[in-house]
């Protein structure tokens, strides 16, 4: 059963810095895309960034560009968000969710997601 | 940046009605698009991949149709248990993007 569980939330003041972890289990994490995405209080979903399997590419939405890195660690089958400068706009529930195989089949995009863990940006 | 354009962003509907929700890519994203159901509280759950395959376990009464730019997603006859928010996804290209979502209320 592939499983993902996200770690990392919690309050942080503006400006500041969160590392969020996504542990994977469950499936041949080297050979996946990865995403996270992210849910402000009572709004819609936003993608924020992704990795390809073996790391080599990166995407960032542009909200985040600058701001927050997307490294993963296939020795460890986790996945980070490293977010620096921190604005209060950025607080939401962020999850890790599973992509497409690398050379596999483009459809299968965020199947399953994560829990979710919640970052709160405020002074 | 490809932007999705969904509609409406809320409905209110009863029990047995059939519902259905659009969105538009402001691009030809050919049959690159997913449709997602989340409950409130609840993490978002893949209904439709390739703008038209059902997952499995999914009710046959959901349906999604469309390519290039315009894309639906269609419940037959609506349920108790489908009275949530749906968001389309397209995955052409980066930035992957959603739509804004569809709140369906009971009337």
């Known amino acids: 059963e592939v499983q993902l569980l996200e770690s990392g939330g919690g309050l942080v003041q503006p400006g500041g810095s969160l590392r969020l972890s996504c542990a994977a289990s469950?499936?041949?994490?080297?050979?996946?895309?990865m995403s996270w995405v992210r849910q402000a209080p009572g709004k819609g979903l936003e993608w924020v960034s992704g990795?390809?399997?073996?790391?080599?590419?990166?995407y960032y939405a542009d909200s985040v560009k600058g701001r927050f890195t997307i490294p993963r660690d296939n020795s460890k089958n986790t996945l980070y968000l490293k977010m620096n400068s921190l604005r209060v706009e950025d607080t939401a529930v962020y999850y890790c969710?599973?992509?497409?195989?690398?050379?596999?089949?483009?459809?299968?995009?965020?199947?399953?997601w994560g829990q979710g863990t919640l970052v709160t940006v405020s002074s | 940046d490809i932007q999705m354009t969904q509609s409406p962003s809320a409905m209110s509907a009863s029990v047995g009605d059939r519902v259905t929700i659009t969105c538009r890519a402001s691009?030809?994203?050919?049959?690159?698009l997913a449709w997602f159901q989340q409950k409130p509280g609840k993490v978002p759950k893949r209904l439709i991949s390739?703008?038209?395959s059902l997952q499995s376990g999914v009710p046959s009464r959901f349906s999604g149709s469309g390519s290039g730019t315009e894309f639906t997603l269609t419940i037959s006859s609506l349920q108790p248990e489908d009275f949530a928010t749906y968001y389309c996804?397209?995955?052409?290209?980066?930035?992957?993007?959603f739509g804004g979502g569809t709140k369906v209320e009971i009337k």
């Open positions: 969710a599973k992509g497409r195989k690398d050379y596999g089949d483009p459809y299968n995009w965020f199947d399953p």
């Open positions: 469950g499936f041949t994490f080297s050979s996946y895309a």
């Open positions: 990795i390809s399997g073996s790391g080599d590419h990166t």
């Open positions: 691009q030809g994203i050919s049959n690159y």
């Open positions: 390739a703008a038209s």
């Open positions: 996804l397209q995955h052409n290209s980066y930035p992957l993007t």
